[in-house]
């Protein structure tokens, strides 16, 4: 339970190739053939990176301990064989969300945009891990990484599009799609 | 509102004389002549540091809306003239507490501990600002540092012996005390 600093690097060769990248609100990231994902404290930035990006895997902010239990009942775990895509989605909320109040974002989050719910519509297909960044000083608030099989890639992109519609995203400022293919 | 990383480093010379370094909970810390502070991205320790803490203001993490609006009615800022004593405080809770949900944490720290009610009963006289650390991976989860008048000594330890007394401290794993004394 530890958290666990993971590093995201945009390099030349490696074991997720970029498919896509999307700037979907804000600046972009530039294209790059791979990712390379190393988890534990990176000493330093990968060779030929044209990008690194860094989250912590940290304590539940928001969930209740229904939802908690609901979540580990029905999520499956990273490294699934059959999960050969993946998105990475940094994101970064406005000043005006940084200065609500808990409950404040906790509403607007889950009681009016359904956030925790609409994902657990979507598992155990779609396995996710949220990385924190804020903290850290890093261009973005979060980052979330997705894997599912190629078979639920029209589930994943209404899950993602429904999330885009709800309130909770009118505090998105910057946001990057980036999706990937596991090399075989 | 952005975050800020603040360090705190043991040095010899500083504005901060250090008065006592007492361990509460867990192992210590070394004694040091006195204390720099540094925000802002600090890229290396400073010179001849016995140990240096970092810690990141950051968003509040479980205070409502009206606790914030009564919180910042009633709080003076930092480095007020009479303020010349301080206290500089990390903490580390135990894994059992990171497990729980928000809410659960939220009902340890307030509804039965009343940790935020509190402080604010020693306020303005006692000024606080929190760090928070261990989403950086350093060895404490929170520093907080207080300052006050010496007329208000009694005071503070009446506030921090209620908090350790209370049913969050239970999950309180280490806990160092370091009084602080301005130099004139």
Redesign the interface.
Known sequence: ???I?VTFAAVPDGPWRIADVKAVTGDGLARAPALAITEG?AIQDPPASSWVLRG?T????????S??DALSAAQEGLGRPQATRAALIPIRKS?AW??L????R?AIMEEQSRHIKIGMEYLPAVARRLH?C????EPFDFITWFEYAPDQANAFEELVGRLRETEEWRYVEREIDVRLVRRG
């Open positions: 339970m530890q958290p600093l404290c912590i940290s304590n539940v902010r928001y969930t209740t301990r939802e908690l000043p940084w200065a109040a808990q409950e404040e906790r924190h804020r903290d850290l000083l």
